[in-house]
């Protein structure tokens, strides 16, 4: 049973309190034309009663007769467009894959929109290695998911399309971003329950457990062969030497004027060892804004990515 | 599911039920009444009856209409979605205020509003007494010229209510009003000072909650009082059970519901009053800075505090949208600890709160009955009218009635065959709707409810202004004589012509006949002069109207100039002598033209 809440058009004078008060759920707001209270996001109510209860006036009927209130709750946090993250970066047309990458480096992001096209660091390198210079040379189409989705499901997509990023629409704007990274973010501010079949990290959890084994390439490799293995393969990193390189670290080789020749420069990063906590290494990942780890398990270096986490454990659906 | 949803929504829907079935023990009750009195032949009582049964009728009627046509459990059918083309701007830093200096001071004091409200308590109380123990006999024409109680009534207090359009605005009366202010009064235990709210202080309906039941009211009140001629002003014992009446109900009201839910939904004048506030020079009481409520967290003016009231009429912080329905209690300049608040003087043409983002339907309605109302009135000065309503009243046996209802009032010289027939009263009562209905459906590029409520606020102008002409004849041709009537109100031993009275002199050396009930000959340029006023502030209103909900501005323009010239040619008309030795002489018309320095507009 969907909650109800009836507003009083005659007396409501648009006094804000009934916003105010539902701070958590934002399902109600002021429209400034007409200082009317309208419930903006009906889907979002988790049918709690704050708003009649602070309505100075009275015009506010909150019916939640056999609402799970807290239930609701749950899941108006868990949606798309309350974990996903506002900034979103343009780039032209015509602008050049380097000056793309350049963007990508200085913001620190993965993606970039072009109109209703997106870019990412793969579309950047692919291009690059193809001998490519344009942005719209290869640009495509972006698939987008609703702001009033859940984690849940954006995480679904994202592993069926093998994509890390989704523009985020509400009615017919983009109004943000949604990255696998807003995904491993909203596990700490959300606990997903066993209501909607996905059930979280567990404490228990090793390290081991998601870390792969991946290509391990000698010190010296050059852009060109790392990303060659990266692409064999697949993955978004390798282990170089003792260090990772990963799809962004030749991006930014791309953003800093490099050729395919070049020799990359891993970045060396705390080594983890198979019987570390997961939620330790995830904490860590946060962290440092880093997205690959490496783990020594038997003396062999493995990788542990963030994506292994989020297709595989966090979100492991329950039949 | 639906048997889920049925369940859950009891709460709202029982207590309509509970409210409906209250009205429908009160509507039968009031029938009873009326009927026992008209068999026991007194007249108080059969008037006492006839008003509350309309009451509870128009309460119930509209319950259920809306029951019937409204699938929604809120009153969300009043509002209109409207386009907004342009937002007009919503302040003015250059606006005047009035809230400066001494008048500053004196709103801050707790018993401002009781001292404002005190003075116009006493005079009703004596006109409630007079009218009961007064002369009640009529003149020749059928109306009272020496009883106090009907004539401040009627010569003065209606014809300024309406004048108060433009000299002040028309919630300057709900701030005086006695009947609501001793209400408060009870209703707050103290004149002024701040206590426990009695009564049950429950919440009108909110799917009812609408301002339609204050029009359909005025109008049932206002044929009651041409049925029995009360405004004429007649018999004065009429006037006083009208008065007791809306006094004893708003008490009544006051226990039950809260706060000033009978001012703001019931009173007859709540709707034309609230629609001549918007086009008024002056404003309500408005906060200052939106700024500041948005993060007050306080809300004192709506809620109140330690020491003060919140606002009674659910109208702050009085945004434009709100600002018809602000009383000018003066509630919240005392309680907002952040001195927000400040009533201002609007700027020429005052059309500011009238073209509002928020427009309503059931105001927009409102306009359209009331329009109606004046309609009735005026038209019925015209002899044609006579003679259809003579003709319905004994075609469809109404006289019989009207005489039940009307006992013992021959007495004092008031006679009446049924007029007004309740027939052909609601169907001029409906013109205006059908016209601008027909007109808002031939609107094809905006949806038909905006395109009504739209093309009805354009002739909130010509409400006011019509209703001001009609009653210009009664103040400026009888109102003197409450001068005659302050040393004897209550008209006793006045039995000489009245125009050996001082004043009665001194109006007919005006050239007025209250004797005939008939205003001095430059009364009707100055009616036609407050139309034609009338129809230049509904042109400036349809011009912005027109803007921001983007119907074509040629559909303003006839419905104003359309009405505006009906009415000015009526006045015409209704004023002439009608007198057979004239030329161009109709007996359906009077003297279809006519010098005006011969005009004789009637009261
Ligand atoms: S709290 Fe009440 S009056 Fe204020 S905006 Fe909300 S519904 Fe309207
Ligand atoms: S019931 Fe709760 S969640 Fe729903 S609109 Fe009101 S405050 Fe927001
Ligand atoms: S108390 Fe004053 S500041 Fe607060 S909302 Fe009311 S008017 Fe605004
Ligand atoms: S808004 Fe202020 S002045 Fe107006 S009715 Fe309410 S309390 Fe009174």
């Known amino acids: 049973m969907e909650p109800m809440v009836f507003i009083d058009v005659d007396r409501c004078v648009g006094c804000f309190m009934c916003e105010r008060a539902c701070a958590l759920a934002r399902a109600i707001e002021i429209n400034v034309n007409f200082k009317l209270a309208e419930l903006v996001r009906p889907e979002d109510c988790t049918g709690c009663g704050a708003c009649e209860r602070a309505c100075p006036y009275s015009c506010i009927s909150v019916i939640n007769h056999g609402v799970n209130i807290s239930e609701r709750a749950k899941v108006t946090l868990s949606r798309v467009r309350r974990n996903m993250s506002r900034r979103l970066v343009t780039i032209d047309d015509d602008a050049t894959l380097r000056e793309a990458s350049k963007v990508m480096e200085m913001e620190g992001i993965g993606s970039l929109m072009i109109g209703s096209h997106i870019i990412t660091e793969t579309d950047v390198l692919n291009g690059w290695f193809s001998g490519k210079t344009l942005v719209k040379e290869v640009s495509k189409e972006a698939i987008t998911i609703e702001g009033k989705s859940t984690v849940d499901e954006a995480l679904q997509v994202m592993n069926e399309m093998n994509i890390g990023h989704l523009p985020v629409i509400e009615g017919n704007s983009i109004v943000g971003m949604f990255s696998i990274r807003d995904a491993l973010r909203s596990m700490s501010v959300t606990s997903i329950n066993e209501g909607l079949k996905v059930r979280s990290a567990r404490k228990e959890e090793k390290a081991r457990v998601h870390a792969m084994e991946v290509p391990l390439l000698s010190t010296g490799s050059t852009y060109g062969e790392v990303y060659d293995v990266l692409k064999m393969k697949g993955i978004k990193a390798t282990i170089v030497g003792d260090g990772v390189v990963s799809i962004r670290d030749i991006t930014k080789g791309v953003a800093e004027g490099k050729s395919q020749n070049d020799q990359v420069e891993p970045r060396t990063i705390k080594h983890f060892r198979g019987e570390d906590p997961l939620h330790a290494v995830i904490g860590y990942m946060m962290q440092h804004n880093v997205r690959h780890v490496p783990v020594i398990e038997n003396d062999k270096l493995l990788l542990l990515s963030i994506r292994e986490i989020t297709s595989r454990t966090v979100w492991i659906h329950a039949i | ?603």
């Open chain 2, 1 to 603: 599911m639906e048997k889920v949803e049925y369940k859950s929504l009891n709460r709202l829907k029982n207590h309509q039920r509970k409210f409906n079935f209250f009205t429908v023990i009160f509507t039968i009750v009031a029938g009873l009444f009326t009927w026992i009195s008209t068999l026991l032949s007194n007249v108080l009582m059969i008037e006492s009856g006839m008003l509350v049964f309309t009451t509870a009728l128009t309460i119930l009627g509209v319950n259920l209409t809306l029951d019937l046509t409204v699938k929604s459990n809120t009153n969300s059918w009043i509002y209109v979605q409207s386009s907004l083309r342009t937002v007009s701007k919503e302040t003015c830093e250059h606006k005047p205020s009035m809230l400066q200096g001494r008048l500053a001071k004196f709103f801050k004091k707790k018993w401002a509003h009781f001292l404002i409200i005190f003075p116009s308590f006493v005079v009703f109380y004596i006109v409630m007494v007079v009218g009961i123990i007064g002369y009640q006999g009529l003149d020749p024409a059928g109306i009272s010229l020496v009883n106090f109680a009907s004539d401040i009534s009627w010569f003065l207090w209606f014809p300024l209510l309406w004048a108060l359009t433009w000299i002040a605005n028309g919630r300057t009366w709900c701030q005086t009003c006695p009947f609501s202010g001793q209400a408060e009064w009870l209703h707050r235990g103290h004149p002024w000072k701040k206590g426990r709210k009695i009564g049950l202080n429950l919440r009108w309906p909110m799917k009812y909650s609408t301002i339609l039941y204050s029009a359909i009211g005025f109008s049932i009140l206002t044929w009651v009082e041409e049925f029995y001629n009360i405004g004429g002003p007649g018999v004065p014992e009429l006037t006083s059970v009208v008065l007791i009446y809306i006094a004893t109900l708003e008490l009544f009201v006051t226990l039950i519901f809260q706060d000033r839910t009978f001012c703001r939904t019931m009173c007859p004048l709540s709707a034309p009053l609230a629609l001549t506030t918007m086009i008024s020079p002056l404003g309500t009481f408005r906060v200052k800075d939106q700024e500041k409520c948005k993060t007050c967290t306080t809300k004192e003016c709506m809620k109140g505090n330690q020491e003060n009231y919140g606002c009674p009429w659910f109208a702050s912080p009085g945004s434009r949208e709100t600002a018809p329905m602000c009383g000018l209690a003066s509630d919240c300049y005392k309680a907002c600890p952040h001195d927000n608040i400040d009533w201002n003087v609007k700027k020429f043409p005052w059309l500011g709160d009238l073209n509002v983002g928020r427009k309503r339907f059931d105001l927009g309605l409102s306009v359209l009955i009331l329009l109606g109302v004046v309609l009735f009135q005026f038209v019925n000065a015209i002899p044609a009218y006579t003679i259809i309503d003579q003709w319905l009243n004994h075609f469809t046996g109404w006289t019989y009635f009207s005489k039940a209802f009307t006992p013992g009032l021959s007495k004092y010289g008031y006679s009446n065959d049924g007029y007004p027939n309740p027939v052909d009263y609601t169907f001029i009562n409906a013109i205006p709707v059908m016209i601008v209905y027909a007109i808002s459906r031939m609107q094809k590029k905006v949806p038909f409810k905006l395109a009504f409520t739209s093309l009805s606020y354009s002739l909130v102008p010509i409400f006011a202004s019509t209703i001001l002409a009609r009653n210009l004849p009664k103040l400026l041709g009888g109102a003197l004589l409450i001068m005659n009537e302050i040393s004897n109100p209550a008209g006793t031993g006045v039995n000489r012509g009245i125009y050996s009275t001082f004043w009665g002199g001194v109006l007919h050396s005006l050239g007025s006949d209250p004797v005939n009930a008939t205003a001095e000959w430059w009364v009707l340029p100055l009616m036609e002069l407050v139309i034609v006023f009338g129809v230049f502030l509904g042109m400036r209103a349809s011009r912005g109207l027109s803007d921001t909900d983007g119907l074509d501005k040629r559909a303003y323009y006839s419905l104003v100039l359309g009405f505006g010239i009906t009415f000015m040619v009526i006045t015409y008309w209704m004023s002439s002598p009608a007198s057979p030795n004239l030329p161009f002489y109709n007996p359906l018309i009077g003297n279809v033209l006519y010098n005006p320095l011969q005009a004789q507009p009637p009261f």
